[in-house]
């Protein structure tokens, strides 16, 4: 069964880099763990999926946008592991469009049960009475938060880290909403620093996140979110294009793309101590690269590779 065990150990591949102070770089291809369940997607919602069998559900419930690697996930998670899904997506205009996009139509392929909302109503996605409404509408369910984000998938999340990698000083990883570095803090060895690259503009993680963890070995590094959620612009594209160019590991547009860059930046302007050694976990995210590049050719930009 897909959430029966731990997955295999996640290697960390080496990236060669031209460092004239030491440091030393690696990747943990987290996005191999699963092909379709993969990265930290697997993490938050082995733990979910095992309780919502616990309690003897049916039925999985989650939030999510129209390219959302969580809906995706959620979908495919359900349907090899014998649960009816439902996927409240935001943009109630995305009902009127002729043909799915290829998040969604995945989703569907998977037997997921889409309900297209208002923006105005998807934010009320954790409000009490909007739940009820949900409930009203769909019966009993157990519901996964957007994102995937909650106790259980941070006590997933914890896994990630491993004994082998006390050898890195500094840990990096992309931000959604919170609960990947949050698992990270929790299983950080004190000599850790964990650097989180949120994908997303706002203030509101920094509360998120200390929900979850007592530690105080963090730090939110904002100034690589290329203008929010999803935003790219060519210079982040050939980036990522480069990079699976030259080191055979793909990177996506929202997440791994930004944090990949943000941490390459950082070591050509010095941010890192000399002969430090950083990991970078790669969370997956790789099915919405197709979607994206259904936005570039729109805009008549350049495709990810």
């Not at 009993?140 to 941070?154: D, K, M, R, S």
Request: net charge negative; with cysteine.
């Amino acid at each position: 069964m897909l959430f029966s065990t731990l997955p295999k150990q996640i290697p960390n591949v080496p990236i060669p880099i031209a460092s004239k102070t030491g440091i030393q770089l690696s990747i943990k291809r987290e996005d191999e763990i699963h092909p379709f369940v993969s990265g930290n997607k697997y993490r938050k919602l082995q733990y979910n999926v095992l309780e919502a069998q616990d309690l003897a559900h049916d039925t999985l419930l989650t939030f999510g946008g129209a390219y959302s690697n969580h809906i995706a996930a959620v979908a495919y998670a359900g349907k090899v592991s014998g649960f009816k899904t439902i996927g409240i997506v935001r943009g109630e205009e995305l009902a009127l469009e002729t043909q799915l996009n290829p998040t969604l139509q995945f989703a569907t392929d998977c037997g997921m049960d889409i309900k297209y909302v208002t923006r105005s109503d998807y934010r009320r996605k954790e409000d009490n009475d909007f739940i009820e409404h949900l409930q009203h509408a769909f019966g009993n369910f157990y519901l996964i938060p957007e994102g995937g984000t909650n106790a259980l998938a941070v006590k997933g999340c914890e896994h990630i880290l491993t004994s082998d990698d006390s050898e890195f000083d500094y840990i990096c990883c992309a931000v959604g909403t919170g609960g990947t570095i949050s698992g990270l803090i929790n299983s950080s060895e004190p000599h850790q620093t964990v650097l989180g690259f949120p994908a997303l503009k706002g203030d509101f993680l920094q509360n998120n996140i200390s929900k979850f963890v007592t530690k105080l070995n963090w730090e939110l590094i904002t100034d690589y979110h290329f203008g929010g959620y999803a935003k790219i612009n060519p210079d982040l594209v050939s980036f990522i294009n480069t990079f699976k160019s030259k080191y055979t590991i793909p990177l996506d547009p929202v997440y791994t793309g930004k944090v990949v860059y943000g941490v390459m930046d950082l070591i050509e302007k010095q941010y890192f101590p000399d002969g430090s050694k950083i990991l970078v976990i790669h969370t997956g995210g790789l099915q919405g690269v197709a979607g994206m590049n259904l936005q570039l050719e729109k805009k008549k930009m350049p495709i990810i590779i």
